[in-house]
């Protein structure tokens, strides 16, 4: 005898895909070398070359922008709705909603987090930064690299 799976399973399964995808599009590269915002095109910015005098490893701390609260909790109030009837719905409902906003906004907050870089540059004239950036790069102590600042600002180190 083959057992077909209730519509509302099938439909939870959905949801939970629907939730890993929305999340995986919540991923967003910070400052970057080799990623720029639309809103950089066209514009000048200020070039500095200096050189690498010291790098190490650091974690850039994930966002939650919302997206992943918002999916959770819808999922965790279309699985509440799945069990129990009548007043035990509603509660299970609610319950599962607040728990899957709080499940979503930390998946977001981990897809989001990622390796970067503290890269501390001497420049020609003297003066030594620290630029935090995305790890999209390999830079080592002693070589030569270009310093791009622009008007907001925002900092990127490239080779």
Do not use: W
Request: proline fraction near 1%.
């Amino acid at each position: 005898m083959v057992m077909k799976e209730p519509l509302r399973f099938i439909g939870a399964r959905a949801l939970l895909l629907g939730l890993a995808l929305t999340l995986a599009g919540c991923a967003s590269s910070p400052s970057s070398a080799n990623t720029v915002r639309r809103s950089e095109t066209g514009r000048a910015h200020t070039v500095q070359h200096g050189e690498v005098i010291y790098v190490r490893e650091v974690t850039i701390e994930g966002e939650a922008g919302g997206a992943g609260a918002v999916a959770g909790g819808a999922m965790g109030f279309v699985l509440g709705g799945l069990a129990g009837g009548g007043r035990g719905r509603s509660v299970a409902r609610v319950g599962g909603a607040v728990g899957g906003a709080a499940a979503g906004n930390a998946i977001e907050r981990s897809v989001t987090t990622q390796t970067g870089l503290e890269i501390t540059v001497e420049l020609e004239g003297g003066e030594v930064i620290v630029v935090i950036q995305a790890a999209d790069e390999v830079f080592r102590v002693g070589d030569s690299v270009r310093v791009l600042r622009r008007s907001d600002g925002g900092v990127r180190v490239m080779q």
